[in-house]
């Protein structure tokens, strides 16, 4: 997986530049004046099917890779199998709610009907790809994890032998799902509302500075990442 699980970050189309200045502005006792509109079921482009194609492919792999490595039980009490485990179900939980995400474009256009409860929850978590999101920001989290463990493993092998227990390897489980969810989910759940029919991603903030703030930890959590990842191996 690549950086592009920053995503999230996007906001809707250029042309709601107007709408999105006003949304930005938007107080949390606030309510939005929506105007509900309907367009046509979105037809089955080249694009289309080859990202549908690529995230099938990458559910089909990831279901098999996790299956042998749920098989090889003898192996369950090394931790860098369970975190490689770990990391294969962060992959395939990412790409079956990319599909799953897709069909529902597909099937229904993200039309918004009027319910406030539903279309919210479609706008928030669907169309928003934030399920997708959590899924690839917690495996970018879950690969430094693995890289951090591997790091210590063998270039400080006896400290690693000295210091580790079984309870750090529970933490690296868990890290990366707190991660997705924290820096994705919750965010994008927060900020995500349908403004005159259109869902703006990440487009209503309570205070600017609140914007901002999302912006620069992001931003370092791609430094981070580089830093782990590439520099660690020099």
Avoid at 88 to 109: E, K, Q, V
Avoid at 151 to 177: C, D, Q, S
């Amino acid at each position: 997986m690549d950086t592009s699980g920053w995503f999230t970050l996007g906001y809707s189309t250029e042309g709601s530049e107007n709408v999105r200045r006003e949304a930005t502005t938007f107080n949390s006792t606030g309510v939005l004046q929506t105007t509900w509109k309907f367009t046509a079921k979105p037809q089955m482009s080249a694009a289309a099917f080859v990202t549908l194609f690529f995230t099938g492919t990458g559910s089909v792999t990831n279901a098999l890779v996790l299956i042998v490595l749920f098989r090889a039980r003898r192996n369950l009490d090394c931790n860098v199998h369970i975190l490689i485990t770990n990391q294969s179900a962060m992959d395939l939980f990412a790409s079956f709610s990319a599909i799953f995400s897709f069909i529902g474009y597909l099937a229904h256009g993200y039309n918004y009907n009027g319910d406030p409860i539903i279309d919210g929850a479609v706008c928030a978590i669907l169309e928003s790809l934030a399920l997708p999101g959590v899924g690839i920001t917690a495996d970018i989290i879950g690969l430094m994890v693995i890289t951090l463990e591997r790091y210590f493993k063998i270039v400080h092998a006896i400290a690693h032998r000295k210091y580790y227990r079984k309870w750090m390897t529970k933490v690296g489980v868990a890290l990366p799902w707190i991660g997705g969810i924290c820096l994705v989910l919750f965010p994008t759940v927060g900020t995500t509302r349908i403004v005159n029919g259109e869902c703006l991603r990440m487009g209503v903030w309570p205070h600017e500075a609140m914007k901002r703030v999302s912006l620069h930890v992001l931003f370092f959590c791609r430094i981070l990442y580089f830093v782990v990842t590439f520099l660690l191996l020099l």
